[in-house]
């Protein structure tokens, strides 16, 4: 009879999706790709999940997954239940299975020697095969029977398969033997092998595999990714570190190159083809034009522009245009010479006349009140007379003539430039506007009852006799005893004292208060309708009930904010950071999203959520939720043990802020 040994547990039949004992079955579970995602040191206590697909999946250390093994979550960590090696019937039966007479033949039973025994002693025993029976001792009885006819054909089926008398060859059933059958000393020949063809299932230590150039040998690189090799026949692409020459040699403009050695190549006539790059000494163009355009600057926007260099480098720069002066000299030519003092700032110039070509001049012009000599060489002769003053003659706006000094008329309506003084000859002043028979030229002038016009510009500082109604426009300033403001203006009250103003206002006026400073206490109470006042600091208020507003910076007793009448949600259906808008929150993993995700309690470094702080977290899926935290510390409440926490199906936990650095997590379904 079968016991109820461990490896015989759930027999072919995967168990329910409930929980008996503590156990609850999760459903089956692919060791290959880790579906659905399971997780070292994370899980519910109880949980298990049934190996559907062989794998390495690392869970707290155990890598070998069969089909068929359980993983099962203690209370810290994932464990192994193997299965492989689970009894599935006996004698085609199973449960608790009783061997009878008919489970047994000849073949499935090794015969031992009876020794001295009585056959009389032994059971009947039918032999249907081709068996030798030993006995000692007188044989009595009629307790032998049956006919032995010679050897029979026994059939082998299952993992065994095989048929014939005697001996007979047999054959082992495909993926009956594992690893773990095969002895270590076991000389299994390579012809029994098959194809090895997945990648990386040869290692390097199991060959004799080397870098050197071994014949009919694998070839391993080394250390540098090199190997050496003798002729390799292939279409190979890139470019070769180091060569010795090419095996045939080319020609380029007529000189055969093999890579042993440069070569020289000549131009003859138009023999070499394409063009050479500025990089490399040429233009990169074909043609005079396109080359001359490669070389110069840019020539966008240089319509017009003259080319300029400033001793380094060339640009396009705008022709003619003004300029600075910066120093005048007198170059000597044609007898003519001179002299220039403060030539780089206002420059006086002093010409003198030498002796004079008269074939490279075309005329001289000789005045003045002295006697200059004209000395004259060659053979070109000067005509003419100089006779002392010569007499001047003015037309225009000034007449007159003399020589020497004489004076002059300014004619009537003539245009003057420069000051009119009172200093020189008197004359007449006739059909100017006005009347009156000077001009005024005194610094401080009484004018006597004059029409001023309308003038663009005056200072009426110490100005008398105004009329305020006709006589002054504008606003007068509260300094000078008015208001400041003109009617059904906006008003702004300055300076200091008490200002007492009384105005019927309009819906449409504005009243800008003071930003320093404390307005009057007013008699009686005050209301301002549909007023906005920007940031203002209220001292003891009573606000009444305020139809709308937001109180994210107000506190109950000026440190502790004000906080959510609610839980707000945020749902999350991803691997979610949480943020400081978080706190005093939910967060939500909806039934909708069936996927294992983590939500992370980041840093106070990064967020630095105030102390007190209270984030809970819900999930509504049967994937777990896991709760963990950057390089702070979050406590399990009751157990003092710290890391990333487990949220099952329907559960909620609490995480709450103690220190900076320091948070408490506790609720239903949390491990």
Not at 21 to 48: E, K, M, R
Not at 97 to 121: E, K, M, Q, R, W
Not at 132 to 141: E, K, N, Q, R, Y
Not at 520 to 532: D, P, R, Y
Request: aromatic share 4%; net charge negative; glycine share 12%.
């Amino acid at each position: 009879m079968l016991s109820n040994h461990p490896n015989c547990l759930g027999g072919n039949s995967s168990p329910a999706s409930t929980s008996t004992g503590g156990v609850a079955f999760q459903g089956s579970w692919n060791a290959s790709t880790n579906t659905p995602t399971l997780t070292s040191s994370v899980g519910t206590t109880g949980y298990f999940y049934i190996v559907s697909v062989a794998g390495s999946t690392n869970l707290d250390g155990i890598t070998d997954w069969e089909v068929g093994d359980w993983a099962i979550f203690g209370t810290t960590t994932w464990t192994k239940v193997d299965n492989t090696d689970k009894v599935s019937s006996v004698f085609g039966r199973v449960g608790s299975v009783v061997g009878v007479s008919t489970d047994y033949s000849a073949v499935g039973i090794t015969n031992t020697s009876l020794g001295a025994s009585n056959p009389s002693t032994v059971a009947a025993t039918t032999v249907t095969a081709s068996s030798t029976i030993a006995a000692t001792g007188a044989v009595t009885g009629s307790n032998l029977s049956g006919t032995n006819t010679g050897d029979q054909t026994i059939t082998l089926t299952g993992d065994v398969t095989g048929s014939g008398t005697g001996s007979f060859a047999t054959a082992i059933a495909a993926g009956v033997i594992v690893n773990a059958d095969i002895n270590a000393s076991a000389a299994i020949a390579d012809t029994k092998l098959d194809t090895i063809s997945t990648a990386l299932k040869v290692s390097n230590s199991a060959t004799t595999a080397a870098s050197a150039n071994t014949a009919s040998a694998i070839v391993a690189r080394d250390a540098s990714g090199n190997f050496s090799a003798g002729t390799i026949t292939a279409n190979l692409t890139g470019n070769a570190a180091t060569a010795t020459a090419l095996q045939t040699a080319r020609a380029i403009n007529g000189v055969n190159f093999d890579g042993t050695a440069a070569i020289t190549v000549t131009a003859a006539g138009s023999t070499l083809s394409d063009t050479v790059t500025i990089a490399n000494g040429g233009t990169g163009q074909v043609t005079a034009q396109a080359a001359l355009n490669a070389l110069l600057p840019s020539q966008a926007g240089a319509s017009g522009k003259v080319l300029q260099s400033d001793g380094t480098n060339t640009s396009f720069v705008a022709a003619g245009g003004s300029g600075t002066v910066t120093s005048v000299s007198v170059t000597t030519a044609n007898g003519v010479s001179g002299t220039v003092a403060t030539s780089t700032t206002t420059p006086a110039i002093s010409v003198t006349l030498g002796a004079i070509t008269p074939t490279s001049v075309n005329s001289v012009i000789v005045s003045g009140s002295s006697t200059p000599t004209l000395a004259v060489t060659g053979t070109t002769s000067v005509s003419g007379a100089n006779t002392g003053d010569q007499t001047i003659t003015l037309t225009g706006g000034v007449t007159g003539s003399g020589t020497g000094s004489f004076a002059a008329t300014v004619v009537t309506n003539a245009n003057l430039t420069g000051v009119i003084t009172s200093v020189g000859n008197a004359t007449s002043i006739a059909s100017q506007t006005g009347t009156g028979t000077k001009f005024v030229v005194d610094t401080s002038p009484i004018l006597v009852t004059p029409n001023l016009g309308t003038p663009t510009a005056a200072l009426l500082t110490s100005a008398t006799g105004l009329p305020l109604t006709t006589g002054v426009t504008g606003v007068l300033g509260a300094a000078n005893g008015g208001t400041g403001i003109a009617n059904n203006a906006a008003m702004t009250v300055t300076g200091s004292g008490n200002f007492a103003y009384t105005r019927t206002l309009t819906a449409a006026t504005n009243v800008t208060f003071p930003t320093t400073g404390t307005l009057a206490t007013l008699a009686g109470s005050e209301t301002f309708t549909n007023k906005t006042l920007t940031s203002p600091t209220l001292t003891t208020p009573a606000l009444g009930t305020p139809a709308s507003g937001n109180l994210g910076s107000c506190t109950t007793d000026g440190t502790n904010k004000v906080g959510f009448l609610i839980i707000p949600q945020n749902s999350q259906s991803a691997a979610y950071t949480l943020v400081l808008a978080d706190a005093g929150k939910h967060i939500f993993h909806p039934s909708s999203d069936a996927n294992a995700r983590t939500y992370t309690i980041p840093a106070n470094s990064s967020v630095a959520y105030t102390i007190g702080t209270a984030i809970t977290f819900i999930n509504m899926t049967s994937q777990v939720v896991s709760i963990a935290i950057t390089t702070d510390t979050m406590y399990l409440s009751s157990a003092g043990t710290t890391g990333t926490r487990s949220l099952a199906q329907y559960g909620s936990a609490t995480a709450i802020k103690m220190t900076s650095t320091t948070w408490l997590i506790s609720g239903s379904g949390l491990t």
